[in-house]
Every structure is written in structure tokens, then in C-alpha cells.
């Protein structure tokens, strides 16, 4: 669950906390309440219930029948795909150490985060742009990703545009 991205997020957060001055957070509580729900909700889908309670789930009723079927009646967590739900929660990761650590940035730092955040949207725009106008796969920073539309620094249009929209 760790992958490249996870492991950086980890050495962030350590960093981030390092010299133990918690003052910043305090006055965000209400963010960092937030996180800590999104973290919560998560975790919570992987708690186990009973099987009448897991049965009752919207969801559920097929997979309670084939459990039935199959004489497996166990206790089981919320999710259906629980490695996917870890999957998801542990993707929460580089996003809250992001935000943590922009929370220790004075003015000034926030400024030239958001001034770098905006040019590196900038460029991947302008990429986008110029991939679409030479077509194909020209241009393209990955091989894999699709020719028919313009993906700036990703592989996916979907990255691109969410990366855009966000940054908008």
C-alpha cells in the first residue's frame, strides 16, 4: 500500500510535524477535522459486522445470498472491495500531507506556492494546447496516453483537466 508516492507523503507528514510546533494546526481545527472525517469514513468501511447487519446493506442483499448459499457466514467489513477501500484511504495520504504541511507556510510561502501551482498549470495548458495542435502522440511526455485529446504533464485527460479545474 506504500507505493512511491506513499512513502514520500510519510517523510512529508515526518517532516512536517519535526520540530513538534503544533501552533499552526490549532488554528485550523476545523480543516483538519474535516480530514480526519474523510480518514474516519474510510476506515470505517473496513470495521466487520455481523452477517445480519452486513446483509441488510444496500448493496448487499446478492452477495448475503451467495454467502448464504455457500454456507460462509462470517463477519465481513462494510466495503465489498475492502483492498480497494485501503487503497482509497491510503490515497488520502499525499492530499493530507499536502495540506498539513501548506498550513505551516507563512503568507509569503503561501504566495509562491500558489504562484508555482499556477504556472505549473500554465505550462501543462500550454503543452496541452500545443499536443492538440500537433496530433498524434507528438508531444506527448507518455506513450501510453491517449493521441486523440491534450493531457498536458499527465498521461490521462482526466488528471489533466481535474489538475486544471482544481487549480482554477
Known amino acids: 500500500w506504500l507505493r512511491p508516492f ?32 474523510a480518514w474516519l469514513l474510510l476506515a470505517l468501511q473496513l470495521v466487520p459486522l455481523p452477517p ?12 448475503a445470498r451467495i454467502a448464504e448459499a455457500s454456507h460462509e457466514i462470517v463477519w465481513r467489513p462494510v466495503s465489498l ?18 495540506v498539513i504541511a501548506a498550513l505551516f507556510l507563512d503568507t509569503r510561502g503561501r504566495e509562491r506556492l500558489t ?7 500554465t505550462g501543462s495548458a500550454v503543452l496541452g494546447l500545443m499536443q492538440l495542435a500537433a496530433g498524434g502522440l507528438a ?7 491517449t493521441s486523440d485529446s491534450p493531457v498536458g504533464m499527465f498521461a490521462n485527460p482526466n ?3 481535474a489538475f486544471l479545474a482544481a487549480l482554477l
Open 115 to 121: 504562484l508555482t501551482l499556477a504556472a505549473l498549470a
Open 81 to 98: 472491495v475492502p483492498d480497494l477501500t485501503v487503497n482509497a484511504l491510503f490515497a488520502l495520504l499525499p492530499v493530507t500531507a499536502s
Open 52 to 63: 445480519s447487519w452486513w446483509a441488510v446493506l444496500p448493496g448487499h442483499d446478492l452477495y
Open 6 to 37: 506513499g512513502v514520500y507523503s510519510t517523510c512529508a507528514l515526518a517532516a512536517t510535524f519535526w520540530p513538534l510546533d503544533l501552533a499552526p494546526l490549532a488554528r485550523h481545527a476545523r480543516l483538519l477535522a474535516g480530514i480526519a472525517l
Open 159 to 161: 488528471h489533466h483537466a
Open 139 to 145: 508531444l506527448h511526455l507518455d506513450n501510453a496516453s
